[in-house]
């Protein structure tokens, strides 16, 4: 684990975007960017962070934390499905096979719990004892774990707009997937999360719930983003964890959340300005959720970071 100095050093480095002339048409997201070069894409992950759907700062090593994590957890579900990955030449690098993304997002949930009106604890709380078209049994209390992990899908959400609940049928009535290709969706996914849970257990960590993204590439079903980090996923400290007790100790972005919550900060107008004590608290959180799943220690790519990735990319 990097010192608390070194992170609080690293902050004036920390990535916000990289411009790679002559590479082709630059793709912006919230956290990466991408290039389409033919049928590959060169992602470049930032320290850009995002939380109420907007972009709000920067955080050293995010992007490295996630690109290397991501790879990582590729390795490891290789054998349950393939995922778009061809090569990862810098820890903020990665180039990966252009896919058809599939037009659902497949988020898997094994404790109920949120608290958002399209969450599931917010749903079954109203009443609502088939949230997603699934029966759930009376009795659950906020944040116990489910009888089995389920499938909450929703449509891919554009830049600014808000997840749609999708039940099953709903995939299937509109066209969204066909009924094969969803079938190998499900399994997978469960498949998935029943992986990243085992893990996470072995880390001394609870994955709450995550959100897998996939698509095709020539015609078959593969992984096509980052899974089970800090961003994509919900992990608590299971230490912190007591059905029925005090909210768990997160170890993810809602940690971050929670932090601009406390502000007073809810996604309108200009965000607060994060103090660097707490940045750094941040970007340590990310780390020592690398450090954890992994049982490796985080080594950071050189400095300055965008000299180097433009080096990498245009060879």
Do not use: C
């Not at 999360?193 to 078959?220: C, P, S, W």
């Amino acid at each position: 684990m990097l010192t608390h100095e070194q992170l609080l050093q690293a902050i004036p480095f920390a990535l916000g975007g990289v411009d790679v002339p002559g590479l082709g048409e630059k793709i912006e997201g919230k956290v990466r960017d991408m290039y389409r070069q033919g049928d590959r894409y060169i992602l470049i992950t930032t320290d850009r962070i995002s939380a109420f759907d907007r972009v709000l700062g920067l955080i050293p090593y995010k992007g490295q934390v996630l690109n290397q994590l991501s790879s990582w957890w590729f390795a490891q579900t290789q054998d349950i499905l393939p995922n778009h990955i061809i090569a990862v030449p810098d820890p903020n690098v990665m180039i990966a096979h252009a896919a058809a993304p599939l037009p659902v997002e497949i988020v898997v949930r094994g404790y109920i719990t949120g608290v958002t009106k399209t969450s599931l604890w917010y749903l079954y709380e109203q009443g609502d004892r088939h949230p997603y078209g699934i029966p759930l049994p009376d009795g659950l209390g906020k944040n116990d774990p489910l009888p089995s992990p389920i499938i909450t899908p929703t449509t891919k959400a554009e830049k600014g707009g808000h997840d749609e609940r999708l039940t099953e049928a709903e995939i299937l009535e509109r066209g969204l997937v066909s009924e094969e290709l969803w079938v190998q969706v499900r399994a997978a996914a469960i498949a998935l999360f029943q992986r990243g849970q085992q893990i996470a257990r072995q880390a001394g960590l609870i994955l709450v719930d995550t959100k897998y993204e996939m698509g095709l590439i020539n015609g078959h079903l593969a992984l096509i983003d980052e899974i089970h980090t800090p961003d994509s996923s919900r992990y608590w400290v299971a230490d912190s964890y007591q059905p029925g007790g005090d909210e768990p100790e997160n170890f993810d972005k809602e940690f971050l959340r929670k932090w601009y919550a406390a502000q007073g900060y809810r996604g309108d107008g200009p965000p607060p300005t994060m103090p660097n004590e707490f940045v750094a608290q941040v970007a340590a959180r990310y780390i020592a959720a690398y450090e954890r799943l992994t049982g490796a220690p985080f080594v950071p790519g050189e400095q300055p970071a965008a000299a180097r990735i433009e080096a990498i990319v245009n060879w």
